[in-house]
């Protein structure tokens, strides 16, 4: 059973910073890529950012400049550093992974989700 576990939401201040970090466990065989997706209120979840195994990374366009992607492959996480946090961003961020489970098949798996507020 592989899980994704998200922590480091919060509400911050316009202008401030969070880190978000998504452990992933289990019986692991290996893991693709990893990455960020958020869901604000009314809205349909859209791409955050994502790494690839070997370091590779993709934003969108209304993050890039201000968050920062990164993973541990020791620790099997990832990590999102946002920084300049506007109102807009405020939203259910969740992880996401491409992973191999011991004796199974490559496939998607997601986090439970972690809130982050920015008051303006």
């Known amino acids: 059973q592989v899980q994704l576990v998200e922590s480091g939401g919060g509400l911050v201040q316009a202008g401030g910073s969070l880190r978000l970090s998504c452990a992933a466990s289990?019986?692991?065989?290996?893991?693709?890529?990893m990455g960020w997706y958020r869901q604000a209120p009314g809205k349909q979840r859209e791409f955050v950012a994502t790494i690839k195994n070997s370091g590779s990374a993709n934003y969108a366009d209304s993050v890039m400049g201000r968050f920062t992607i990164s993973r541990s492959n020791a620790k099997n996480t990832v990590y999102l550093q946002m920084n300049s946090l506007k109102p807009e961003d405020t939203a259910v961020y969740y992880c996401?992974?491409?992973?191999?489970?011991?004796?199974?098949?490559?496939?998607?798996?997601w986090g439970q989700g972690t809130q982050v507020t920015v008051s303006s």
């Open positions: 996401t992974g491409t992973i191999t489970p011991m004796g199974g098949s490559l496939r998607g798996y």
């Open positions: 289990g019986t692991i065989f290996s893991i693709n890529a």
